[in-house]
């Protein structure tokens, strides 16, 4: 598991991919202080990183990245622990347009494509 505070060469993160789970890689972003955290097999492990590190539970949302995707396909917004109905998010995409707006910006910034 990483914290990618800097950022991440698409090489570097086709790596992690294909050591883990062939096609895809989870990671967990914190919207509020713009990191990733990836290369878990579950969100959650993702979740617990950032938050030993100081991260607030309601800033953490759960993606997965397909390095070899274009556009629209790069970033899914699907895992469990996006499922928060305190925050009115019912389900396990990220059902607030302007958080996934943030999480792709933060993406963008993060993972050198």
Do not use: C
Request: proline share 2%; net charge neutral.
């Amino acid at each position: 598991m990483k914290i990618i505070t800097q950022t991440l060469t698409l090489s570097e993160l086709k790596q992690m991919t294909a050591d883990m789970f062939g096609n895809f890689i989870k990671a967990v972003v914190d919207v509020e202080k713009q990191i990733i955290a990836v290369d878990a097999e579950l969100h959650s492990d993702l979740e617990a990183l950032l938050l030993q590190d100081g991260s607030k539970q309601k800033n953490l949302w759960g993606i997965n990245i397909y390095p070899e995707a274009q556009n629209d396909e790069f970033v899914e917004f699907d895992s469990l622990i996006n499922m928060r109905p305190s925050q009115g998010n019912r389900s396990r995409g990220i059902e607030n347009a302007e958080i996934r707006k943030k999480i792709i910006e933060i993406v963008t910034k993060r993972i050198k494509r």
